[in-house]
């Protein structure tokens, strides 16, 4: 059965400090993986979407790189802001039909 | 475009009362899916749907069921509502394997 762990399960930095984000997955037969922002309240934004082929995926202040051989995934946000405060989630797409498993994210807090 | 949309927004439910959550998507996505999410745990699929008039069950599917007969819609049916379905319900959809999931803002359910 696929489990996905992501660590840490809170963090807290300073605005304008670039931060890691960590996901980690124990079967490496997966299609893609997805890191979504979820704002309190609110429902899923997806934010990158890394096929299994791929090594790394960019938007804007966001990168992600897969290492599908090590089951780990990473989510790099570069000059972090306050707006950038949420929680985060990697989840991971096994099987023809997309399914998701999902992490229990991790909560970031940018502050002033 | 309004994406994946879920109605309704909240809901409370006593011990034994039945609802339908509905979800409706007009991005014509033929895949789509209902996750729940239980506070400090990853979200857990339900029920999916590969196209209309399939569908087949998730990781936690009792207490529910679920129906597709068009490509926009996929309801889901608490029967006998419980203490343990109190959660918050999302529907998401995919236009096909391995491609970008849309979530909608979510359904909080509180059984009582």
């Known amino acids: 059965k696929q489990e996905v762990t992501q660590i840490p399960a809170a963090l807290s930095v300073p605005e304008g400090e670039n931060l890691v984000l960590n996901c980690s997955f124990t079967?490496?037969?997966?299609?893609?993986l997805q890191w979504f922002r979820q704002d309190p309240g609110k429902g899923l934004t997806s934010l990158l979407l890394i096929q299994s082929s791929q090594r790394e995926q960019t938007s804007g202040r966001l990168n992600a790189s897969l290492d599908k051989s090590s089951g780990r995934s990473t989510l790099y946000i570069a000059a972090s802001q306050p707006g950038d405060s949420a929680t985060y989630l990697c989840a991971v797409s096994t099987g023809t039909a997309s399914k998701l498993t999902f992490g229990t994210g991790t909560r970031l807090q940018v502050t002033l | 475009n309004a994406g994946v949309t879920q109605t309704p927004k909240f809901r409370i439910l006593k011990i034994g009362q039945s609802m339908t959550l509905q979800c409706t998507q007009d991005?014509?996505?033929?895949?789509m899916y209902w996750y729940r999410q239980d506070p400090g745990m990853g979200l857990k699929l339900i029920y999916y749907?590969?196209?209309?008039?399939?569908?087949d069950k998730g990781e936690v599917p009792n207490g529910y069921n679920v129906s597709r007969s068009t490509t926009e819609d996929f309801p889901l049916r608490l029967e006998l509502a419980a203490p343990s379905q109190t959660s918050v319900y999302f529907c998401?959809?995919?236009?096909?394997?391995?491609?970008?999931?849309?979530f909608g803002q979510g359904t909080r359910l509180t059984v009582v």
């Open positions: 079967d490496s037969a997966i299609y893609n």
């Open positions: 998401a959809s995919t236009l096909m394997g391995g491609t970008e999931a849309f």
């Open positions: 991005m014509n996505h033929n895949y």
């Open positions: 749907s590969v196209g209309a008039g399939i569908t």
